[in-house]
């Protein structure tokens, strides 16, 4: 609820945090009392997770969402961004489009980042580092490419590399 997201943003600035996250499907109210309290001195930067990228068409259905996920995506981003909220969590599929939509100053996130061969694992809506990071994305989160690999020292790295071909 609202008042209890606000005080967990407080707490967040208390504790250094840098980067929030909030589900935009909590709504304007939620999402315009969670910008209010991180407009402190040294409150974290706000990101509005839109739709998981565990979630597909057939996923979103289950939860009542009949629109595609990028559609669903848009809506959320343009109420976060409505409330507040300039960074947004999303796939590699939408990204691109929300940088259109939202402009180069949106902070644009992107979990579900599978270099090329990895398994998705459940995983729906992914893409290599490459991709994502040349469809706009500002940053990638990468979890079990690297934690799970024989020598995430290597891992990581290799995502690096990857990346800084497109940069």
């Known amino acids: 609820i609202p008042t209890t997201v606000a005080g967990a943003v407080r707490s967040a600035t208390r504790a250094g945090a840098s980067l929030l996250t909030r589900h935009a499907s909590g709504g304007a109210a939620m999402m315009t009392a969670a910008a209010e309290a991180a407009a402190a001195p040294n409150a974290p930067r706000l990101l509005a997770v839109t739709v998981l990228t565990s979630m597909d068409a057939t996923e979103l259905a ?6 595609t996920p990028a ?17 947004m969590v999303c796939s590699a599929e939408e990204v691109a489009a929300l940088r259109t939509k939202l402009g180069p100053e949106a902070l644009l996130v992107v979990p579900g980042i599978r ?20 469809q706009g994305a500002s ?11 024989d020598n995430p020292v290597a891992a990581a ?11």
Do not use: H, N
């Open 139 to 149: 940053l990638l989160v990468v979890g079990r490419p690297i934690t799970r690999a």
């Open 71 to 87: 559609q669903q995506v848009l809506r959320l981003a343009k109420l976060a961004q409505a409330s507040g909220i300039t960074g």
């Open 115 to 134: 270099p090329a061969g990895a398994a998705a694992g459940d995983q729906r809506r992914i893409a290599t580092p490459g991709d994502a990071i040349a």
């Open 157 to 167: 790295r290799a995502i690096l590399d990857e990346i800084a071909t497109v940069s």
């Open 62 to 67: 289950g939860v009542g969402v009949t629109d």
